[in-house]
Every structure is written in C-alpha cells, then in structure tokens.
Antibody, heavy 121, light 110 residues
C-alpha cells in the first residue's frame, strides 16, 4: 500500500524558515517524480514544485522561486521542502504527492494527508 | 502565472448529468496539457479521478469520465450521487516543467 506521510509543519513567524518532510512507502520511491502541493485555508490547490527521480531537475511555481528548495533522499525514501523567507501568504496545508507516467501522460496518483504551515505576521 | 478557469460552482440533481470544464483564457486545452482531475472534500486529501488519456483511476466509479471538449478539458458525471457533492480540480501542464491547478468547482448535488 502506498503511503505518504508529511511532517514538520507548525507555526513560524514571517521571515522564518521551516523544513517539511515526506516519508514514502509502498512503492519504489526512486522511480517517480514527486511534488509538493499546497492549499491555503478556504482556497484551492496550488502546485508548489516537482523534483525528478534523481533530484537533478526541480521546478517551482514563481511565487516560491528563490525561497523554497525541494530535495529528496532516495536511500531514506524521503522528500523534503526547505522553506525560507516565509510570508503570511505561504500559510497552507502542504501535501506530498507522487506522480506516475503512462503513455506519455503524467498525473498525481497518490497524496499524503498534509501538514499545516502557519506563518504569523 | 497562468490562469486555469473552472466554473466556481455547479449543481446537479441526484441521477442527473453534469459536465465540469477546465479552460485556458489565452488558448485551447489539448492533450499536450495532460489534463487530470481530482476530487476533494473539506479537510481531506485530494483523490485522483481521471488519470491520463481520459482514463478513470483505479477504484473510480464509471459514472465519472474525462474528455477534451470544445478546446477545454471536461469531467462528466453521469448519474450523480449524493457522495459526489464535493470540490473538483483540474490540473494542466503548462510547459517548462510547470503545472497549474484550476480554481476548482464546488459541485452541489440536490
């Protein structure tokens, strides 16, 4: 059974830093792209970024470029999100997500339960 | 940042059929955008409905179907049930490694 378990959320002051982790199990972690997706309170889903299987390619939404960094440790089957320079608008539930590919088509097939990040101003 | 449009809200009667759409104000949605669809109830993680080439993901009832219709991605629910009362989001690939979710549709079954 695929499981994605996020941790590391909490309350932080504006300008501060936080590191989120996602522990993966039930699949061959190093075979898949992974992402972080966030959802501000009462708002829709927002793709934050994606990281390739070997960590060599990372893409981010414009609003977090230069502040957030994704990484992964395939030996530990873990995904990370280092968040620096946090702003009030970064307040959200952050979901870890696994991608899959079939017939040249990508989609997210599994989601974690999310971890809440609250940035106080 | 690219905007992906969805109807903010729709309603359907139990047993009825409804189509949710996902569009680009600046152009057409095509298979190159690799549209996928997700359902989310408040307080829970999203659930993936449509995976690739308009295919239902594992365990998704056959009343859900995906397509590209008149330059938009579309999710059709045929024979809506009370359980379908939820939020629905599309996701599009916008090139250069970037993905964008639509703003979401709140579907009410009443």
């Amino acid at each position: 059974e695929v499981q994605l378990v996020e941790s590391g959320g909490g309350l932080v002051q504006a300008g501060g830093s936080l590191r989120l982790s996602c522990a993966a199990s039930g699949f061959t972690f190093n075979n898949y792209w992974m992402s972080w997706v966030r959802q501000a309170p009462g708002k829709g889903l927002e793709w934050v970024g994606s990281i390739k299987q070997d960590g060599s390619v990372k893409n981010y939404v414009d609003s977090v470029k230069g502040r957030f960094t994704m990484s992964r440790d395939n030996a530990m089957r873990s995904l990370y999100l280092q968040m620096n320079g946090l702003r009030a608008e970064d307040t959200a539930v952050y979901f870890c997500a696994k991608w899959t590919l079939s017939n040249n088509w990508y989609w997210i097939d599994f989601w974690g339960q999310g971890t809440l990040v609250t940035v106080s101003s | 940042q690219t905007v992906v449009t969805q109807e903010p809200s729709l309603s359907v009667s139990p047993g009825g059929t409804v189509t949710l759409t996902c569009g680009l104000p600046s152009g057409s949605v095509s298979s190159s955008n690799q549209p996928s669809w997700y359902q989310q109830t408040p307080g829970r993680a999203p659930r993936t409905l449509i995976c690739g080439t308009n295919t239902r993901c594992s365990g998704v009832p056959d009343r859900f179907s995906g397509s590209i219709l008149e330059n938009k991605a579309a999710l059709t629910i045929t024979g809506a049930q009370a359980d379908d009362d939820s939020h629905y989001y599309c996701l599009l690939f916008m090139g250069s490694g970037g993905w964008v979710f639509g703003g979401g549709t709140k579907l009410t079954v009443l």
